[in-house]
């Protein structure tokens, strides 16, 4: 398996088309059994990562997950993380905010939920849907009572990208290792997901027909979703946009992304000092009596 995080990462500056960008590629594994093989070697990785995550106690790490629907971001976090002790790991699942949350400015309901040191949080959807969702559907910004609101939504979507990259940049300056996923799904590969819930008795509870009135702003999402990653594609945290009508290539780019940043922070256990070695072989030796 070769994968090259740097053909999936948007850069600082990149004006990014969805058109150009693949939605399905060339496999990384020669079959299911072979897939299966390194999707578990990830995840071997991935759980001795996340152990010493928690022991040095110095980063957290927050994975984002953006996609349309059916694009597979359910199973990528299920089976990706499927290692990994859920006493270091919370999932996080952003719908449309509550009344409460609409009382509060639009990364208050994200940010309350941040991961702390040593652990893993995780963001199905995230504050990022106050410029895709919120984008497109212009009538949901009515609801969040935005003072002073600028009769150009250009600015208003400008200071929000702004707003995102501050807390993204003072979020990584602190210790927090940001890594986002875009999985690009092609609308006929979802059209195929789509028919599939309705095909099989016990998918039909996955089908929402929510999801076939979003279907119908297809390219008004393309559009916000590109401009999204344009303005929000950092250095310190990069988008990574993932082709997704291959769901078992797009598990293991996901792994293999998350592993990669892991690794680079070259962890390690805590040193013990020769006092606190000399401390515990003395209560062994109380042991043993």
Known sequence: MHIKTKDFRVKEGDQ??????????APVYTGKHAY??????????LSA????????????????????DAAGKDGAIRHVMSGVNPQGCQVFSFKHPSADELEHDFLWR????????????IFNRSYYEEVLIARVHPEILANEGVPGRPKDDK??????????NDLERHLSLNGTQIIKFFLHLSKDEQKNRFLARIDAPDKNW????????????????MEA????????????????IVPADDKLNARLIVSHIVLERLESLKMAFPQVSA????QLQAIRKTLEV
């Not at 996340?50 to 996609?67: E, G, K, P, R, T």
């Not at 600015?155 to 995102?164: E, G, M, T």
């Not at 996955?206 to 999402?221: I, L, P, T, V």
Request: charged share 25%; hydrophobic share 40%.
């Open 275 to 278: 006092e606190r070695r000399a």
């Open 16 to 25: 990014v088309d969805l058109a150009d960008w693949a939605t399905n590629i």
């Open 110 to 121: 994200t940010t309350r939920n941040l991961p702390s040191r040593g652990r893993i949080g």
């Open 206 to 221: 996955k089908f929402s027909e929510a999801d076939m009135a979003e279907r119908g702003f297809w390219d008004d999402y």
């Open 225 to 240: 979703y590109g401009k999204c990653l344009t303005e929000t594609s950092t250095e310190m945290a990069p988008w990574h």
């Open 49 to 68: 990562q996340q152990q010493l995550l928690y022991a040095a106690n110095s980063h957290a790490v927050l994975l984002i997950f953006q996609a349309m």
């Open 155 to 164: 600015k208003l979507w400008k200071h929000r990208y702004r707003s995102i």
């Open 36 to 45: 299966k093989q390194l999707l578990e070697a990830h995840i071997a990785r």
